[in-house]
């Protein structure tokens, strides 16, 4: 697999998160519609990014340090979307107890 197609992949992961979680119940709209702009953002990212160099050839071009911040920013904030979701529609349920 090109190393573009393994990252959207990656990035796609907390995405469907999101979509998992929505299906669950409780993640507003506006969390969904963040996460897909971000999603968006993180793909055109992935294959609009010129080769990423290796280690001991030139430095890396602004656009390499531009995707590390959009991937992981998406990354936390679609996390924490799915995490908020999550949170709030496991609220009424019962816990878990040891014996």
Known sequence: MAPAGLAAGLLAFPYL??????????????????????????LAFTF????IPRGGEEKASPWVGAFVVVALGGWAIQSGVT???????????STVTLC
């Open 83 to 93: 995490a908020w979701g999550l949170f709030r529609v496991a609220g009424g349920q």
């Open 48 to 51: 609009g990014l010129p080769t």
């Open 17 to 42: 998160l999101v979509l998992f979680a929505r299906t669950c119940g409780d993640v507003p709209r506006a969390g969904t519609w963040a996460a897909s702009v971000l999603m968006v953002a993180e």
